[in-house]
């Protein structure tokens, strides 16, 4: 059973940096990892994915340069380092894994079959 719990988030201001966590257990056979937002009222949207195996990064073009996914030696949590927010990446941000994504679902949430419960982050202006 593949669980996954997300911290780290919280209010700051634009220009700001917040590093988001997910703990991870049960996720050893994944194959990618992922950090997808969603705005109220909307689909959940691809921020970035880690290949488990190989570690190959994939990034949605809004946060390129940005942000930046990684994961720790134990390869227990998955990181967001997110630098120079903005007012936009305003969002409820979920952590994925997916046991069977292929490259092309990478940015895809129907890619992932195991999903956090969330955590929210709001940058102000």
């Known amino acids: 059973q593949v669980q996954l719990v997300e911290s780290g988030g919280g209010l700051v201001q634009a220009g700001d940096s917040l590093r988001l966590s997910c703990a991870a257990s049960g996720h050893a056979g994944s194959r990618y990892m992922a950090w997808f937002r969603q705005p109220p009222g909307k689909e959940r949207e691809f921020v970035a994915a880690?290949?488990?195996?190989?570690?190959?990064?994939y990034y949605a073009d809004s946060v390129k340069g940005r942000f930046t996914i990684s994961r720790d030696n134990s390869k227990t949590t998955l990181f967001l380092q997110m630098n120079t927010l903005k007012p936009e990446d305003t969002d409820v941000y979920y952590c994925?894994?997916?046991?069977?994504?292929?490259?092309?679902?990478?940015?895809?949430?129907?890619?992932?079959?195991?999903w956090g419960q969330g955590t929210q982050v709001t940058v102000s202006s």
């Open positions: 994925a894994a997916g046991l069977r994504t292929i490259l092309s679902q990478v940015s895809n949430p129907s890619g992932y079959g195991y």
């Open positions: 880690f290949r488990w195996q190989g570690g190959h990064t």
